[in-house]
T-cell receptor, first 117, second 112 residues
Framework: GENVEQHPSTLSVQEGDSAVIKCTYS??????FPWYKQELGKGPQLIID?????GEKKDQRIAVTLNKTAKHFSLHITETQPEDSAVYFC????????????????FGKGTHLIIQP | DSGVTQTPKHLITATGQRVTLRCSPR?????VYWYQQSLDQGLQFLIQ???????AKGNILERFSAQQFPDLHSELNLSSLELGDSALYFC???????????FGNGTRLTVT
């Protein structure tokens, strides 16, 4: 099955700086890569996703890049703000147009992002 | 607010007992997914239902079962509970297989 590795497990940045979280996946058949943000006491919330026919996607301060050859994808947050503090999860799925599919999403172990004032 | 409702928020029970977790998906969503989140294993896919039928099975133990009812709400039944079953259980829903998942706020299960 799919295996998703996520780094770092904890990331501390100064407010206003950029943050980058990286994930690698093992199954070359994976085609859908969402990112979720989880705040304390809440469920994961989808913040951005990318499919394998696209190399980069941007939404305001958030961007995701995908390198299918190297089997890795990254989340970039620019101009970080205190409300960006949370745990971020990457995930992968073999289905091009699926939010889950037969095996569900395979998640990384999460990155605790801390924004220092 | 994702629109996915899970009850109860917290559940404390003893080993050997049985509990039922409930999930109401977002209005219009036909697919329901159950995930388990623990500190050491992260988020693990358990099972998916689509419009009342089991669609996919992940790392779900035989002691666990689920169903989706005609009104599309779903229940996850956990029996013969062990200490290791203590975790956060999340329900997610989506319109169909080609749409993103939306998660509820979870049920925290503590087995003592």
């Amino acid at each position: 099955g799919e295996n998703v590795e996520q780094h770092p497990s904890t990331l501390s940045v100064q407010e206003g700086d950029s943050a980058v979280i990286k994930c690698t996946y093992s199954d070359s058949a994976s085609n859908y890569f969402p990112w979720y943000k989880q705040e304390l006491g809440k469920g994961p919330q989808l913040i951005i996703d990318i499919r394998s026919n696209v190399g980069e996607k941007k939404d305001q301060r958030i961007a995701v890049t995908l390198n299918k050859t190297a089997k890795h994808f990254s989340l970039h947050i620019t101009e970080t703000q205190p409300e960006d503090s949370a745990v971020y999860f990457c995930a992968a799925s073999p289905f091009m147009y699926s939010g889950g599919g037969a095996d569900g999403l395979t998640f990384g172990k999460g990155t605790h992002l801390i924004i220092q004032p | 607010d994702s629109g996915v409702t899970q009850t109860p928020k917290h559940l404390i029970t003893a080993t050997g007992q049985r509990v039922t977790l409930r999930c109401s998906p977002r209005s219009g969503d036909l697919s329901v997914y159950w995930y388990q989140q623990s500190l050491d294993q992260g988020l693990q896919f358990l099972i998916q239902y689509y419009n009342g039928e089991e669609r996919a099975k992940g790392n779900i133990l035989e002691r666990f079962s689920a169903q989706q009812f005609p009104d599309l709400h779903s229940e996850l039944n956990l029996s013969s509970l062990e200490l290791g079953d203590s975790a956060l259980y999340f329900c997610a829903s989506s319109v169909a297989d080609d749409s993103p998942l939306h998660f509820g706020n979870g049920t925290r299960l503590t087995v003592t």
